[in-house]
């Protein structure tokens, strides 16, 4: 008796010791397939890293731009966002700008479709690799069933989100080394005119500070840039908590680990979005409204040192003192819709004898943000009290605004302490001040 339990406990043992085995290789054998995928998904990158042609240190041009595109429902705009970059490049720009297009949609028959119109287009460019294309192998991509659902998002969009941080960290890695910064926008975006100058121009502008990226528009992920040193160190981070948040958040974090404490955004932004269609289906944005400028240097005041102050409602962050200041071109104040009776103060710190003003509102090309009824007057007493609120006094009538502008001569200056333009009637209308240029009496 004793000696068949013992064999059949013996059988059970064998038994058990076969499952625990199997099981162990089942598991042993998933073990290694996964390994196998991520072998297979760090040679994807490096192979990609690997097919630019190494660059030869001082050839290195200045800047990369990289263009995620998928298909959207309703449009095609890459073709747009690759003509405002390339034609309004001014000569002699090109051969510092290299252009990326990452193919990322998931039909491989629209990516090679792209892929073949922009070459007709830009055959020369492609030939000189100042335009790239990138492909992503199928097997660079997870399971998007398996992905956990974080930020209670919907699974359509946690698959969104995830896809979009690993084409990210893919072309990253790509295009990391091409140049010395690196900049990423949407295959929807327009640039404005002479945006590498400006570009360059800010660069220069906090060349005293430690940034790790500066914002050239104040949307998502679009037109941040990089040192390149910075860039594979982003992709790590998006390629590892890809499913856990989307990539603006990443983009934050990864600010945050680098330690940059403060934004530099770049106003007015030098790229804004063309399309109504976002790149997740079924997500419909409003129209950007922000406008771009070109202003021309003879209207550039002496617009000496002084005190602003207004009762207008600002659009931030187009404020009172980005056209009156003036350090940028094109830059302009934006005010949403003011009541009678409002004001913009331009108190001087010393007082000026003034020989000509021109104030200028309004869209370029339409009659849309306009000064309707205001009058703008000088005055020789000032007004401080302790809210900052600044009040011009003693005045007199310089003129009065006419479609949306006024320009002044003065003749018979005397010394005046502030300038005033005073709104006279509401308006639905917001007012977009383009130009505030005061010029002193030359003597
Ligand atoms: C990037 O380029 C520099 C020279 O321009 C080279 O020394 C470096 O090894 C390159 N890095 C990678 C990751 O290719
Ligand atoms: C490529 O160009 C052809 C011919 O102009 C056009 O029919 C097609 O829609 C274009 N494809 C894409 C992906 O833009
Ligand atoms: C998550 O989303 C669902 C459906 O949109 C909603 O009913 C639920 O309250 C949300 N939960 C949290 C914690 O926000
Ligand atoms: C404001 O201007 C419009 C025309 O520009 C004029 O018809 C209207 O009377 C003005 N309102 C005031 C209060 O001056
Ligand atoms: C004011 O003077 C400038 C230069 O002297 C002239 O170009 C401009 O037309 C004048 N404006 C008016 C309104 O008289």
Partial sequence: MARRWCTRIKLIKVILMVVIFSVACINLRSYITIQRNIQATEEVIIAAATEVDTPVPNKKGFLTIAIPTVSRKGAVYIYSTLGSLINKLTVGDNPEITIVILLADTNQIYNEELAINITNEYKELVTRKVIHFVKIPPRYYPDFNNLKIT?????????????????????????????????????????????????????????????????????GFIGKLYHSRDVVKLATVLKTFYNEKPCDFLMLDFLTMMLQTKRYLRVPKLFKHLGMHSSLPSNKRKEDKDPFFEKTNALKGDN?????????????????????????????????????????????????RLGRIVIITGFQNSKRDRLKNGTLESGTIVHRTKLDHITCSETRILGVFEGGIIDVNITNSYPVACVVIKITDAQSDWILFRYVAIFIKSR
Avoid: C
């Avoid at 998002?153 to 080394?177: E, G, P």
């Avoid at 002084?306 to 009156?324: I, R």
């Avoid at 003036?326 to 108190?347: H, M, N, T």
């Fill in 304 to 352: 000496p040192p002084a005190d602003l102050f207004t009762s207008l409602q600002t659009y931030f962050p187009h404020t009172l003192s980005k056209v009156y200041d003036g350090k940028y071109a094109d830059s302009f104040f934006w005010s949403k819709s003011p009541k009678s009776g409002e004001s913009v103060v331009i108190a001087f710190k010393q007082q000026q």
């Fill in 151 to 219: 930020f209670n998002d919907s699974l359509k969009r946690v698959q969104w989100r995830s896809k979009q941080n690993l084409d990210y960290a893919y072309v990253m890695t790509y295009a990391a080394n091409l140049s010395q910064y690196y900049m990423q926008l949407e295959d929807d975006v327009i640039a404005t005119e002479r945006y590498l100058t400006k570009i360059k121009d800010f660069i220069d502008q906090h060349s005293d500070k430690r940034w790790v990226m500066l914002d050239f528009t104040n949307m």
